[in-house]
Nanobody
Framework: QVQLVESGGGLVQPGESLRLSCAAS????????MAWYRQAPGKQREWVAT???????YYADWVKGRFTISRDNAKNTVYLQMNSLKPEDTAVYYC????????WGQGTQVTVSS
């Protein structure tokens, strides 16, 4: 079992930045990849970024260099640095871990509004 706890969401104005954190605990050995997803009101959950065990990163096309996924192995934490936020980035952001199965966090709300 893997437990994931997201934090760092909040209300920001367009153009501002936020850094989300995902702290992993439990049986975290042999996690193959960590990822961020998001779900806006009335929309399906969509993939944002992935960081695999080799350190390779992958991003959705629409990220366009605005977001960066990273990790701190000592803290068992994965981050999502989000810059130049737009109102359309408003969503609940979820952390996902892929091991023998997938695990989800509870989500953290990000609201971008003036």
């Amino acid at each position: 079992q893997v437990q994931l706890v997201e934090s760092g969401g909040g209300l920001v104005q367009p153009g501002e930045s936020l850094r989300l954190s995902c702290a992993a605990s439990g049986s975290i050995f042999s996690i193959n990849a960590m990822a961020w997803y998001r779900q806006a009101p009335g929309k399906q959950r969509e993939w944002v970024a992935t960081l695999n065990s080799s350190g390779s990163t992958y991003y959705a096309d629409w990220v366009k260099g605005r977001f960066t996924i990273s990790r701190d192995n000592a803290k068992n934490t994965v981050y999502l640095q989000m810059n130049s936020l737009k109102p359309e980035d408003t969503a609940v952001y979820y952390c996902h871990a892929l091991q023998d199965r997938g695990y989800w966090g509870q989500g953290t709300q990000v609201t971008v509004s003036s």
